[in-house]
């Protein structure tokens, strides 16, 4: 490694001091970043190697575009636009559907509230005594007796209709 050497142009009493062996202050090290004074040699070139006369055709065919490849690109082209373009619709549509769902639910859940306030209200409205009195003492109603209760099963469990009057 060579070692740069600068010289400050000290006095002639700064050279002698040293004497003539070792450095004297004219010598001086600048550390590990020290610069050579040397020229550069330039950096020799590897040679460049003419390419087959095949790999050269090859490149030259890589590069030209006939007609036909510049067709089949612009046809390339146009079918991956209308692909993106009915892809981003169906995306839009799609984004849109979800929001009318979201809001439909949103008026349901809304409805049902309403409608379970307004059946509590009705319900504790009613008043079941009131009912029996005034059936039993303005309309003359009664209880039915023992003998007048038929129980009847069906196969269905969800309604019976009486057809015909029996007293």
């Known amino acids: 490694m060579s070692q740069n050497r600068r010289s400050y142009g ?12 070792g450095r004297s202050y004219r010598e001086y090290v600048d550390g590990n ?3 050579k004074l040397e020229p550069v040699s330039p950096r020799e070139k590897a040679p460049v190697k003419k390419p087959h006369h095949e790999v050269r055709k090859n490149r030259d065919k890589a590069r030209y575009m006939n007609a036909g490849y510049v067709l089949f690109l612009a046809v390339a082209l146009c079918a991956a636009a209308f692909i993106l373009v009915n892809y981003i619709q169906l995306q839009s549509q799609l984004t849109n559907l979800t929001k009318a769902v979201a809001a439909q639910q949103s008026e349901l859940n809304f409805l049902k509230l ?8 009705i319900i504790s409205g009613i008043d079941l005594e009131e009912i029996k ?9 009664v209880y039915a007796k023992e003998e007048q209760v038929i ?8 309604y019976m209709r009486q057809v015909t009057e029996d007293n």
């Open 133 to 141: 009195r005034i059936a039993i003492g303005e309309l003359g109603m």
């Open 33 to 35: 970043t020290v610069r």
């Open 10 to 21: 000290r006095t002639a009493y700064d050279k002698n001091r040293h004497g003539s062996g």
């Open 151 to 158: 129980e009847y099963e069906g196969e269905s469990g969800d």
């Open 114 to 121: 309403s409608n379970d306030e307004e059946y509590n209200r």
